[in-house]
Structure formats: structure tokens, C-alpha cells
T-cell receptor
């Protein structure tokens, strides 16, 4: 079954803690992305990676970190420096070998700071 | 110039009616225009997409109309059903570069 998996589905964090959100894909896609979505809002790009061991900041990278050690995995760490981390986090991937960015999304992780 | 402006923010349509959501862009280098559908608590799903070499693409009840000269594209949902109630996002990109998303439209279909 091909697709993108995100875990956990729900995550609760105490203030001052770092947490890591998992994203795995078995689509053999080169590029992976992390977005943040606030209630009733659009999608804001946090980080993206087009190749293993390389990644770029998106529009709202402050307070977040990522790694891309394997093609199929792109974990996101929400650090204590992120002032308002409660949000719905979406991971996506795309092939990048084609002539356009056909991007597919995972089911999301809802992070709540207590 | 990288923005994609989407309207309206919210839309209420009667069952059986036509839902129309519009997007406008500035960057003439954009050459891929997808639409995503998102249900509450779920990830967005690719619904339909168009390249600028055609003016219209239809898949079932969903149609994208594309106006290159006006730099606008729109999603039409024919015979709208309560199950179509969701948030819809338009997007645009140049080649394989990252997508630029519109702000989303919350569509409600009244039974």
C-alpha cells in the first residue's frame, strides 16, 4: 500500500519540551515537505527537502528543525523556541523527476501544547 | 508575485447547484495549477490539475477553467452534493518547484 504516513495522529506537549513528528513515504519520491495549518487557515511551508542530506527553510522555519538522512523519511522537530506550536502539521512528498510538482499529503499530526 | 489569491473565503451552495471557486496569480512562469480537497481533520487530497496549454479540464463533476491572459483559474463543481462540503485549496508552481497555495475556501452544501 503506497502512501505517506505520519505519526502520531495526536500529540500533546508541555511548554518547554521538544517534540518530533514522524513522516515516512514509500512512493520513492525525491522531495518532501512540512506544512503548518492553523484553524480555518491555509497551508504555510515550514521546511522542504529535494534530496537526501539537504533541506531548505520555508516561510515559517523559526522554532523548527528537520533532517533528511533517508529518502523515505523526513522528521520534523518542534523546539521549545517555537512560541505557538499548537497546530495541525502536514507532511507531503512529490516526485520532482517530472515537469511539475504533483504533491501528495499525509493524514496529518495534531499537536497541542498544554 | 509569488502569491495566489483565492476567493471566496467561504461559500454556501444548495444541493444540486454549481459551486465556483476562483484563483488569481501574478507569476506568468507558473505552469501547473492543481486543486486540493480537504475534509476536517484530514490531509488535503489532490482533486484535479491543469497545465496552461488547455483552457478547461473536466473530471466527473469537477471542472477547472483556465484563463491564461487574465491569469485566473477556477474550480466548478456541478450538481454539488453534501459530501462535497470541504475546504478547497488552489495552488500553482513553476516546473517542479514548490507549490504556492491559495488561502482556501470553505464550501458548505446545504441539503
Amino acid at each position: 500500500d503506497g502512501g505517506i504516513t505520519q505519526s502520531p495522529k495526536y500529540l500533546f506537549r508541555k511548554e518547554g519540551q521538544n517534540v518530533t513528528l514522524s513522516c515516512e513515504q514509500n512512493l520513492n519520491h525525491d522531495a518532501m515537505y512540512w506544512y503548518r495549518q492553523d484553524p480555518g487557515q491555509g497551508l504555510r511551508l515550514i521546511y522542504y527537502s529535494q534530496i537526501v542530506n539537504d533541506f531548505q527553510k520555508g516561510d515559517i522555519a523559526e522554532g523548527y528543525s528537520v533532517s533528511r538522512e533517508k529518502k523515505e523519511s523526513f522528521p520534523l522537530t518542534v523546539t521549545s523556541a517555537q512560541k505557538n506550536p499548537t497546530a495541525f502539521y502536514l507532511c507531503a512528498s512529490s516526485s520532482d523527476s517530472g515537469s511539475y510538482n504533483e504533491q501528495f499529503f499525509g493524514p496529518g499530526t495534531r499537536l497541542t501544547v498544554l | 508575485q509569488q502569491q495566489v489569491k483565492q476567493s471566496p473565503q467561504s461559500l454556501i451552495v444548495q444541493k444540486g447547484g454549481i459551486s465556483i471557486i476562483n484563483c488569481a496569480y501574478e507569476n506568468t512562469a507558473f505552469d501547473y495549477f492543481p486543486w486540493y480537497q480537504q475534509f476536517p481533520g484530514k490531509g488535503p487530497a489532490l482533486l484535479i490539475a491543469i497545465r496552461p496549454d488547455v483552457s478547461e479540464k473536466k473530471e466527473g463533476r469537477f471542472t477547472i477553467s483556465f484563463n491564461k491572459s487574465a491569469k485566473q483559474f477556477s474550480l466548478h463543481i456541478m450538481d454539488s452534493q453534501p459530501g462535497d462540503s470541504a475546504t478547497y485549496f488552489c495552488a500553482a508552481s513553476k516546473g517542479a518547484q514548490k507549490l504556492v497555495f491559495g488561502q482556501g475556501t470553505r464550501l458548505t452544501i446545504n441539503p
